[in-house]
């Protein structure tokens, strides 16, 4: 389990349906996990302090419930990690009532019955507020995956998975050999090349971990194909 060693004692990354979300303060942003149903997706918010600014990700279900996290928001943008219809069911009903720009992979796009502003290719950055976050374009769960990462000025990278990465290993690829080589592949040359242990990763179901408490397992991952 990943344990938040950055002056938030009650983050722990562990959230559920129906309960309360969990709150963490960073340096000049914070972020707000919750876990919505009925396939126990993540939702987050990650605010700009300075200006307000949000960047939702994954309008996955429950809109009540994310629009009552997103209703102080001046500035709000969603962004939709990947195509699947769970990590998305309450993006039309957000969008509706907050008229928040949306932005998701180029090639996942078409898979999202609500229109796409911004179309996401990899290697882009996202401005919210004075926030800045980079993007990761990873195939293999689908198409078009995209992974956002923010780089906390004082402290850690925290790096937004969707159905990437998890506690355990990457994302589902149907027990297709080829799918799967893309997304370890790219897994690994994108974030355990190029991250230290320290990296936050907070994906799009279940609890949070770290690239360092991931790392030892590779090659376990590699040899069970999964």
Same mark, same amino acid.
């Given at each position: 389990m990943a344990s938040d060693s950055l002056g938030n004692p009650d983050y722990d990354g562990r959230v559920s349906v129906a309960g309360p979300p969990q709150v963490r303060q960073l340096a000049g942003a914070t972020v707000t996990k919750i876990a919505v149903g009925p396939?126990?997706?993540?939702s987050y918010l990650l605010r700009c302090d300075a200006t307000g600014a949000g960047?939702?990700?994954d309008a996955a279900a429950e809109p009540d419930r994310l629009l009552e996290l997103v209703a102080d928001?001046?500035?709000?943008?969603?962004?939709? $990690?990947?195509g699947h219809p769970d990590h998305w069911q309450a993006l039309a009903d957000?969008?509706? /009532? $907050? +008229?928040?720009?949306?932005?998701?992979? +180029?090639?996942?796009a078409p898979d999202i019955p609500i229109p796409t /502003? +911004?179309?996401? /290719?990899?290697?882009? $950055?996202i401005e919210i507020g004075s926030l800045t976050l980079r993007t990761i374009?990873?195939?293999?769960? $689908?198409? @078009?995956?995209?992974?956002?990462?923010?780089?906390?000025?004082?402290?850690?990278?925290?790096?937004?998975?969707?159905?990437?990465?998890f506690p355990? @290993?990457? @994302?589902?690829?149907? /027990?297709?050999?080829? +799918?799967f080589q893309s997304l370890y592949t790219g897994v690994v040359r994108e974030l355990f090349d190029a991250l230290d242990d320290s990296a936050w990763i907070y994906p799009g179901h279940g609890h949070d971990t770290t690239i360092g408490a991931e790392r030892p397992h590779l090659d376990e991952w590699r040899e069970r194909g999964w």
């Open positions: 396939y126990d997706n993540n960047l939702l990700i928001i001046p500035d709000l943008q969603i962004a939709t $990690t990947h957000v969008v509706a /009532d $907050t +008229r928040a720009a949306t932005m998701a992979g +180029r090639l996942d /502003d +911004r179309l996401l /290719d990899g290697d882009e $950055t374009h990873l195939q293999g769960h $689908t198409p @078009g995956s995209i992974v956002f990462v923010f780089d906390d000025a004082e402290g850690s990278t925290h790096v937004f998975t969707g159905d990437c990465l355990g @290993g990457v @994302g589902k690829t149907w /027990d297709d050999p080829q +799918r």
